[in-house]
């Protein structure tokens, strides 16, 4: 049992698989082997993960892929955001080269956004792009990087300076290997999908609120998880398919990220997860959305009692300035001739972009939602 | 005065310019200006070129972009193949985000096919792709490598593995600037437009045969070189267009080159030009050709004679072993399940693709056609 997504561009269709979470379903990474059937690939196939990752779920894949004919060699890299760099592109190169994989042969990236984003760029770039299949395994890449084409590396100065857009042939989702994805990563995926119901999906948001809890796996009920990953993907592939190459609505996606991308930054990095940083910055645009009357308090306050449900923080920590925050927010390269755009909900479900955002105003949201502690 | 040759493809479409050879006509690449004005682009520009290359023409580009209200920033690359590396990539990047290039930025590649390519790949990868404009200076450039959006550099095991294709936003080409092209490159050259004379343009085919001189760019009629260069890379429009990411048609252009691949490969990429390789393959595919009574004999003697008008060998060197090259043919990766395909001319102008070419056959032809010095 699956549900399947078809994400329609003008080139390069494919669609989003997503097996049964239902209790009897059995292990649905080998269904990998009816899906990936149809798509006429070559027998060559080059999976990419990371040593943990491969430790859980790594053989069931690669048997499965194997009895139905594939010729299978792995390359594992590092975990970690720090490996996210052209030197294990060069090293996936490599393996390419001793395994002589063609034009036809696949890239399967099994992996959070990490390994999706880097196997990817590596089959963008590989004998001018061949094949790829994302299998991602964190909440967030299952909702979010894995679907829409964009891959890519870190250049030592900057996050994902280089990559290129190239689709994959098929994601293939199994929301049950969420069992082993520590919770926090599990809660900071549940920022993007809280981030759907808000920019998108009123009856996503719905879901969302009648849940009794969304801060843990195994505390959730596993048809609400189908649901949920489900009508994420549906989000995701919506924005998508109408905005390939991210020339206006993609923009949408960005609803939290203005600000949380700031605190991301100010921290270095390493304190916060990118997760966790959109839920502060959906609250101070929230907020700020709310002051300029555009949307109403009591929408605001149910969105950010989401937040909390999942477990994620609803207050910007205490260390981090008010006026570092709006210095950064100017040098984001997303900035347009020094306004700097803000994503804002107008009802759950609809949003609109503005530039016309006062600095003051500003300061006053993040005074207030900062952590006095 | 120019002639401008629209690339029509589904997405990114951009045209050719093909500056006037007429002697009296202003010096050329100052036209860039009004050429790259309509294409609105941002205001900053990176230039990508080589130390000579630079020497002549770098200059006079510069100036001309800074007064039409660029912001210009040089990147060299030292000269040569050597260099067509991802090393070289990565010192892009840096120039890159030294120079805050932003989507909206523009690479622009003056030089042969090496720096084309190049810059091609960096402005392909970085910020998931930005704008690029070719400025070809070799002859071989302006008529092959800067069209049709192929781009990338070599891993240490094999030529171009790596790349993507991106298709430029205008091609600028002043014939001219071949003057100063050394003559053994300028003939190199010579033989892709000898091979679209035999594959697709038999008009073009005619004009070369009513030249006096082929060889040197000295002794061609400037109106000639004009002629030749617009209707080679009509052809070479005319074919990707048809055929953008390499599923079909394209294939012809690989006329003369599976064999001349097979020399260059067996003298380490030295001794022989790439063009050279491709001259001594056109005689050798049309000999066999003409044995397969798919081509006449006289139409193969027609080609052989414009090949040496350009002063191209139309002899394997005596140290190119037969059994050799055969044997390269078989591991060449366009090779379909052990068959070698040949691109074939059926008439002048016309070609057909067949893998029915038997070892014997191939080893008759060469004996042949190698120096029995
Ligand atoms: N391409 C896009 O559109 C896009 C969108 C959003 C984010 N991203 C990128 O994605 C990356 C973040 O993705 P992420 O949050 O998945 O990070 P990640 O890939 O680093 O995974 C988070 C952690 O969870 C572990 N993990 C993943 N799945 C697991 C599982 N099932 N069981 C146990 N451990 C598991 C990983 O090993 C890692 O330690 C960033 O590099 C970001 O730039 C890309
Ligand atoms: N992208 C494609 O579709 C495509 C097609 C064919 C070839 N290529 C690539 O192109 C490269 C070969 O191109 P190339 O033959 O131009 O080689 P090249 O770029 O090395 O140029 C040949 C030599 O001529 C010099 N030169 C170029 N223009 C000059 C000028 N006007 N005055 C003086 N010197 C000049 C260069 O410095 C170099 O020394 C190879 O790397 C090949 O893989 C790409
Ligand atoms: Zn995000
Ligand atoms: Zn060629």
Redesign the pocket.
Known sequence: MYTRIPVKLPQDSYDIVICSAAPHARASLSQLADQISPLNLGKKVLLVS?P??YE??GESVVNCLMAAGFVVTTHLIP???IH?TLDSITQIYDAALENYLERSSTMIAL???????MT?FAAATWLRGIPFIQI???L??MV??A??G???VNHPKG??LIGAFHQPRLVLIDPT??K???VR?FR??MAEVIKYGVIWDQALFNHLEAAERLDNFSEINQELLQTIVTRSCQAKADVVSKDEKESGLRAILNYGHTIGHAIESLTGYSQI???EGVAMGMVAAGRIAVKLNMWSEQAALRQDALIKKAGLPTEIPAGVDAEAIIQTLQTDKKVKAGKVRFIFPQEIGTVTITDQVTSDLIREVLAEVTCQA
């Open positions: 990371n943990q990752i859980y779920y975990e970690g955001e996210k992996g959070g956004g990490v390994i999706g984003d990817g991602p395994t964190s967030l890449a979010d990087a679907i829409g964009k891959t890519g996050k994902n290997v969420l082993t994805l520590p990563e900071a995926g997860l990118h997760g």
